[in-house]
């Protein structure tokens, strides 16, 4: 990029904390990466503190803590003080695993904003599978509750695949009965575990225009009772036409901080063969505005055709970088959603592949330790 280039990029306005990779939790979606349980080194509170001080100077207004299971660093309430007093917005996404009513006090005693929990599904039985954990669904609606009684909005997540996508209105009820105030119905992203069980995961087009017309349904019916209940459906990528401006635009808005201190314009863009900075040995304006790693992909001057004399590019900035190279091995690859990629062929391939899949739940690759360190191997 160019100095006057570099000279347009605007401050991180977003800044996710992923503060550790740890989790109890197993699920095969899991955005973390596969060789996760060979990086165990994490930022000290200290550092951690002192990333958001440079993060907070250079203009950054919203902080979202997230890991792994961000709930396993004892000091997020230390955490969660410091950024208020930075004045940050903060955000806790979490899968509810450890968390207790009275932490859920002590976080918004220090300043928390809003907290996210996640579910897997509407029923025990199979939230508990997909969670690799048999007490996960009682202690997510305990805490769902818990939340919600100390005067947060309710913000609730479920991350939807072809195993769960028949609960739509299962999930929506059980939202509404917890007095829901934010639904967020993510389909899965390719991604990490995700990308490696996505056979297993993705569901099929007829599945998903089910599903789709069941949450439309069912918003239609909050809507004639006057529930004020907001669902959002995130379709999956793999079956639009065009990608999505992934992240904004590389290095546009967004900055992610591995537990390790390793920086990243997106939480996955670890897989990349990229050599990222790390805010060790950088100092966060450094690794922004100057690092090699962040102005790779920004501007429109590495585009390759067809992006390269696209009328769109300015819209979806020629797509997501993991996942062109992901699919086609070269992350300056048009993203293989595009219909006017070359290798859109991968994306036809996969949606045939979903409609014909057969795999169950037990031959999903589970995220935990023992299969990472496999896998890391292999
Ligand atoms: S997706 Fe599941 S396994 Fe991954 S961090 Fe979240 S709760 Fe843990
Ligand atoms: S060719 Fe590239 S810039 Fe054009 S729509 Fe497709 S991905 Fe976007």
Same mark, same amino acid.
């Given at each position: 990029?160019?100095?006057?280039?570099?000279?347009?990029?605007?401050? !991180?306005?977003?800044?996710?904390?992923?503060?550790?990779?740890?989790?109890?939790?197993?699920?095969?979606?899991?955005?973390?990466?596969?060789?996760?349980?060979?990086?165990?080194?994490?930022?000290?509170?200290?550092?951690?503190?002192?990333?958001?001080?440079?993060?907070?100077?250079?203009?950054?207004?919203?902080?979202?803590?997230?890991?792994?299971?961000?709930?396993?660093?004892?000091?997020? !309430?230390?955490?969660?003080?410091?950024?208020?007093?930075?004045?940050?917005?903060?955000?806790?996404?979490?899968?509810?695993?450890?968390?207790?009513?009275?932490?859920?006090?002590?976080?918004?005693?220090?300043?928390?904003?809003?907290?996210?929990?996640?579910?897997?599904?509407?029923?025990?039985?199979?939230?508990?599978?997909?969670?690799?954990?048999? #007490?996960?669904?009682?202690? #997510?609606?305990?805490?769902?509750?818990?939340?919600?009684?100390?005067?947060?909005?309710?913000?609730?997540?479920?991350?939807?695949?072809?195993?769960?996508?028949?609960?739509?209105?299962?999930?929506?009820?059980?939202?509404?009965?917890?007095?829901?105030?934010?639904?967020?119905?993510?389909?899965?992203?390719?991604?990490?575990?995700?990308?490696?069980?996505?056979?297993?995961?993705?569901?099929? #087009?007829?599945?998903?225009?089910?599903?789709?017309?069941?949450?439309?349904?069912?918003?239609?019916?909050?809507?004639?009772?006057?529930?004020?209940? #907001?669902?959002?459906?995130?379709?999956?990528?793999?079956?639009?036409?065009?990608?999505?401006?992934?992240?904004?635009?590389?290095?546009?808005?967004?900055?992610?901080?591995?537990?390790?201190?390793?920086?990243?314009?997106?939480?996955?863009?670890?897989?990349?063969?990229?050599?990222?900075?790390?805010?060790?040995?950088?100092?966060?304006?450094?690794?922004?505005?100057?690092?090699?790693?962040?102005?790779?992909?920004?501007?429109?001057?590495?585009?390759?055709?067809?992006?390269?004399?696209?009328?769109?590019?300015?819209?979806?900035?020629?797509?997501?970088?993991?996942?062109?190279?992901?699919?086609?091995?070269?992350?300056?690859?048009?993203?293989?959603?595009?219909?006017?990629?070359?290798?859109?062929?991968?994306?036809?391939?996969?949606?045939?592949?979903?409609?014909?899949?057969?795999?169950?739940?037990?031959?999903?690759?589970?995220?935990?330790?023992?299969?990472?360190?496999?896998?890391?191997?292999?």
């Amino acid at each position: 990029m160019t100095a006057a280039a570099e000279a347009r990029v605007g401050p !991180p306005l977003w800044l996710l904390a992923e503060l550790t990779y740890r989790c109890p939790l197993q699920c095969p979606y899991c955005s973390n990466p596969l060789d996760y349980a060979s990086q165990q080194q994490e930022l000290s509170t200290e550092q951690w503190l002192d990333v958001l001080r440079q993060g907070r100077a250079m203009g950054a207004a919203q902080l979202g803590f997230s890991g792994g299971e961000p709930l396993v660093r004892q000091d997020l !309430p230390e955490l969660i003080a410091g950024a208020r007093d930075l004045g940050y917005y903060t955000n806790l996404i979490t899968s509810g695993i450890g968390l207790t009513e009275a932490k859920v006090q002590a976080f918004a005693e220090a300043g928390l904003d809003h907290i996210q929990v996640s579910f897997q599904a509407s029923d025990p039985e199979l939230n508990n599978a997909v969670a690799g954990s048999r #007490k996960a669904f009682e202690q #997510k609606l305990a805490m769902a509750r818990a939340v919600k009684a100390a005067g947060y909005p309710m913000v609730l997540n479920f991350v939807i695949h072809r195993h769960n996508i028949h609960q739509m209105n299962d999930i929506l009820a059980l939202c509404e009965n917890l007095d829901a105030d934010y639904v967020e119905l993510a389909t899965c992203q390719y991604y990490g575990w995700a990308f490696k069980n996505r056979e297993g995961l993705m569901p099929s #087009k007829a599945q998903l225009v089910q599903a789709e017309h069941e949450v439309n349904c069912y918003r239609d019916d909050l809507r004639s009772r006057d529930r004020a209940m #907001k669902v959002i459906f995130v379709t999956p990528d793999y079956y639009e036409e065009r990608p999505k401006a992934c992240m904004n635009g590389w290095g546009n808005l967004f900055l992610t901080v591995a537990p390790d201190g390793t920086a990243l314009p997106c939480h996955s863009a670890r897989l990349l063969p990229i050599d990222f900075p790390n805010v060790q040995t950088k100092s966060l304006n450094d690794i922004w505005y100057h690092s090699p790693g962040f102005n790779h992909y920004r501007g429109d001057s590495w585009m390759p055709e067809p992006c390269r004399s696209c009328d769109e590019k300015d819209k979806d900035f020629g797509g997501c970088r993991c996942q062109a190279y992901l699919l086609t091995g070269n992350a300056d690859n048009a993203d293989p959603v595009c219909s006017k990629s070359p290798h859109n062929d991968r994306i036809l391939a996969a949606r045939t592949a979903a409609d014909h899949a057969t795999a169950g739940l037990d031959d999903l690759i589970y995220r935990n330790a023992r299969n990472s360190k496999l896998l890391y191997r292999g």
